[in-house]
């Protein structure tokens, strides 16, 4: 019997020496395309029909061409979304961490805002985010960025690591959440609010969840916000606070 072939495991894109290729691809290639062209409408498409509904022949058919044709550019269909993901990041607004008399706490809320807008301009980031090592020089840019800040705080180096894990996870958590909870209402053909009344009432409705949105009454009332967007905004600022209050009475323990 003979024995199948061992491939050697994917590692990145950014690894394996493919993103030092040049954008026009290899010689012989189609003309009228790059691979900066490419990974662009790559994200268009993610942005407009979602992770699950991509394809290379999809992609293939919005720039017109065969689908081996853009196999000219990248190799495979997960270098070109970790391409995407990459380019995604290029959007993020990063602070200089060196500017003199900027508060590091300002920031950070900077920081940790930025990348909960772009988990929810594009909610296919978050799981490219956690299925890839997402190491391309705009997402490591942002990770530097993000250390830095994080040095200011005067956090022993030990618990640098931590500090960020507790800021940008909790915020990932966040943005996956709310990206995805506004996919759903967009699908569902409802505002936000609606989609929001339509489950309270639901949920209240039921006898085995009645009781525990009762008990949870006086919370969502002194949460205020007449608006889920208002409701959420609150959330995202009172943990964030949270965060930093913590950060700052370790650097006083410390």
Known sequence: ????????????VWLEGKARRSSSGRSGQPSG???DRITEVTVRLLDAEGLAKFSMRRL??????TAMSVYWYVDTKDDLLE???DAASAELRLPDPESEGEDWRDQLRVLAGEYRSLLVRHPWVSPL???????????????????RVLRRTGLPARGLTGAIAAVFQFVYGFGTVEGHFI???ADAGMTQDAFFQHAMNAVGAAPETAEFI???ADMMEARGGGTVEEMRERDFD???ELLVAGIEAMVARA
């Open 214 to 216: 009762q008990e949870s």
């Open 33 to 35: 395309l790059d691979r």
């Open 60 to 65: 293939a058919a919005e720039l017109n061409v």
């Open 129 to 147: 985010a956690g299925t890839y090592l997402n190491i391309g020089p705009h997402s490591q840019a942002f990770s530097r960025a993000v250390q």
């Open 1 to 12: 019997m003979a024995k199948a072939v061992e491939r050697p495991a994917r590692t990145s």
């Open 238 to 240: 009172f943990a964030l």
């Open 183 to 185: 996919a759903r209402c």
């Open 83 to 85: 391409l995407a993901l």
